[in-house]
T-cell receptor, first 116, second 116 residues
């Protein structure tokens, strides 16, 4: 158990809908990251937050957004869902901005999103 | 361009024989390097991490990896495979090492099968 929690574990929804995935980082970790794992693209970095502020963006679609709240939990919002958004979404956390030695990321169990 | 390549998509070994999973990266400097493992329907677990303290890195469950700068490689090995090692293994790179960014770049993964 990494200490990172994600809810829900599974999510089944229809095209055009909107969903919210939730992540709670390990106690004391200030950085949160979101990744998408799909058969086509493999594992891809989506976005990073540190202490409530966005730090880095990857290949995140405009239909997707995220935020990190004062209690450090994070939510990933996916809207206007398409079939191709079906994937496993991982959240990870690390102890601080990834300076020397602080860049180990611990992953949650993931949320499996199925869009029908 | 920065990239990470896992040279084998599938590796099959017999129980008790050595394991070699190959990884090469492309970068003009030494990034942080990781190996993660993903068991079926599970999250990503950190096996080991290289940060420049030593070129031979020992991880959990008897795995180790050797960083070779001249070859830009970070191959994962284990002297004797166990049935429980069957899983997907990811070579992961943080090209932003030393900065406040923490984007991880994943190889496409190597599926390890262990035969009894």
């Amino acid at each position: 158990d990494s200490g990172v929690t994600q809810t829900p574990k599974h999510l089944i929804t229809a095209t055009g809908q909107r969903v919210t995935l939730r992540c709670s980082p390990r106690s004391g970790d200030l950085s949160v990251y979101w990744y998408q794992q799909s058969l086509d693209q493999g594992l891809q970095f989506l976005i990073q937050y540190y202490n409530g502020e966005e730090r880095a963006k990857g290949n995140i679609l405009e239909r997707f957004s995220a935020q990190q709240f004062p209690d450090l939990h994070s939510e990933l919002n996916l809207s206007s869902l398409e079939l191709g958004d079906s994937a496993l979404y991982f959240c990870a956390s690390s102890v601080d901005p990834p300076r020397m030695g602080g860049d180990t990321q611990y992953f949650g169990p993931g949320t499996r999103l199925t869009v029908l | 361009a920065q990239s990470v390549t896992q040279l084998d998509s599938h590796v099959s070994v017999s129980e008790g024989t050595p394991v070699l999973l190959r990884c090469n990266y492309s970068s003009s400097y030494s990034p942080s390097l990781f190996w993660y493992v993903q068991h079926p329907n599970k999250g990503l677990q950190l096996l080991l991490k290289y940060t420049s303290a030593a070129t031979l890195v020992k991880g959990i469950n008897g795995f180790e990896a050797e960083f070779k700068k001249s070859e830009t490689s970070f191959h994962l090995t284990k002297p004797s495979a166990h049935m429980s090692d069957a899983a997907e293994y990811f070579c992961v790179v943080n090209f932003d090492r030393g900065s406040t960014l923490g984007r991880l770049y994943f190889g496409r993964g190597t599926q390890l099968t262990v035969w009894p």
